[in-house]
């Protein structure tokens, strides 16, 4: 079952996604696609951090 933390990690990715496309695309401004992509990056450390802090707290 989810959680409040796991709703947190996962709503945190999926801003972070929407960023990414807005800037590569050019939705908030002119197309930026190495800044699209530098924060594209941000969605599997967001994820990664996400998984290690819920394997971190089943183990205790």
Known sequence: MLKTPDFMILGGAFLSFLLSVSLWFGAIGDANKEA????????????????????????R
């Open 36 to 59: 699209g992509l530098f924060v594209a990056m941000w969605v599997p450390s967001i994820l990664g951090v996400g998984v290690y802090f819920v394997v971190r707290s089943q183990r």
